[in-house]
């Protein structure tokens, strides 16, 4: 998949391939980049194929499950077998280890559960974690999935889209009450996600479970928008949102290490 341009509606994206699969994968590359439905009619504006070809495509991968049509059944965005390997990939990547490294000394450091966690549809996944010893935690594995309105993660990713962004992934995602400090109001949940934007960190006091706290950061992403957070996660008997913010430094650190483990793996992927 290269970009190309045209003299008459400018920058399209080449879809090219020896064989119908690999063009089919390419243009799956071009609907893992989006960030929104799109139409029929946006894919031949954006890649200059023609709309019967584009058609024929995306029937293919919509009858595979990777695809899936919105409600009105013009629009597409990706299927469910598309996201779980998305997430498949994020679980068992060959560079868990060295995350799962920085998790165990970041816990090693500030004594608490930590985790690393992505954005998967509406929800936040635990794509790894580390316990603390302190015999009293919450039991929360890898593959985990906690709400995106609730979660100190689920914040940060949502301060990073646009408004238009936020909404149409909160109408599929309701601000359901969970504790009696969930944030179910549109107003004052927009208030907190600014909140976050500026602080650039967010905390979960409480919100999802009962007797939960937790406060994390996102990991550094080259592209300007990450799907990675680290996070750190206690209970209120040993931890409050003061204390809690004396976390941020060595969780601040951990992201810089995770954001150069991925930045290495981009690096040696390019290079193969």
């Known amino acids: 998949m290269r970009v190309v341009h045209s003299a008459t509606v400018g920058p399209q994206i080449e879809i090219n391939g020896d064989t119908p ?24 504006e954006e890649t200059g194929l023609p709309k019967p070809t584009l058609h024929r495509m995306l029937q293919q991968l919509e009858s595979a499950g990777l695809l899936q049509r919105a409600a009105d059944g013009r629009r597409y965005g990706a299927g469910a077998r598309l996201r779980r390997l998305a997430e498949n990939l994020l679980l068992n990547s060959i560079h868990h280890g060295a995350q799962h490294v920085v998790l165990r000394r970041l816990v090693d450091e500030i004594g608490e559960s930590c985790n690393l966690t992505s954005l998967s549809g509406s929800e936040v996944i635990y794509l790894d974690r580390v316990e603390t010893r302190a015999p009293l935690r919450f039991a929360l594995q890898a593959g985990s999935r906690v709400p995106v309105h609730c979660s100190a993660s689920g ?41 976050v934007r500026r602080q650039g960190f967010a905390l979960d006091n409480e919100e999802f479970l009962p007797g939960l706290l937790c406060v994390a950061v996102l990991v550094p992403a080259a592209s300007g928008r990450s799907n990675l957070c680290v996070a750190m996660q206690a209970p209120i008997m040993r931890m409050t949102p003061d204390k809690a913010l004396q976390a941020l430094p060595p969780l601040q650190r951990a992201a810089e290490a995770l954001s150069r483990i991925e930045a290495e793996a981009a690096d040696l992927s390019s290079s193969a």
């Not at 699969?21 to 031949?44: G, N």
């Open 155 to 195: 914040k940060l990713f949502l301060a990073q889209m646009t408004p238009a962004q936020r909404h149409r992934l909160l109408a599929h995602a309701p601000l359901e009450q969970y504790t009696a400090k969930t944030i179910t109001d549109a107003a004052a949940f927009e208030e907190e996600v600014a909140r």
């Open 21 to 44: 699969t690999l063009r089919l994968f390419s243009l799956l590359e071009v609907v893992a980049s989006k960030d929104q439905p799109f139409t029929l009619q946006d894919m031949v």
